[in-house]
């Protein structure tokens, strides 16, 4: 989708993928959906990153 429509893509399943390798889930997430603050930092920074170039 972001392909067709010429946007930007943060790939957050593999960021999180990579942070679970040295963080256990409940670090970033209590419950299967809703992130806490620290996931919610994970999700800033690479908005960030990916925005600022």
């Given amino acids: ?3 067709k ?3 930007l893509l943060v790939q957050l399943h593999d960021l ?3 942070h679970l390798r040295f963080r256990d889930s409940e ?3 209590p419950e299967p959906v809703h992130p806490n603050r620290a ?3 994970v999700i800033a920074k690479a908005l960030f990153d990916e ?3």
């Fill in 51 to 53: 925005l600022s170039g």
């Fill in 16 to 18: 999180f993928q990579s």
């Fill in 5 to 7: 429509h010429g946007t």
């Fill in 27 to 29: 670090t970033f997430c």
């Fill in 1 to 3: 989708m972001s392909a």
């Fill in 39 to 41: 996931g919610h930092l």
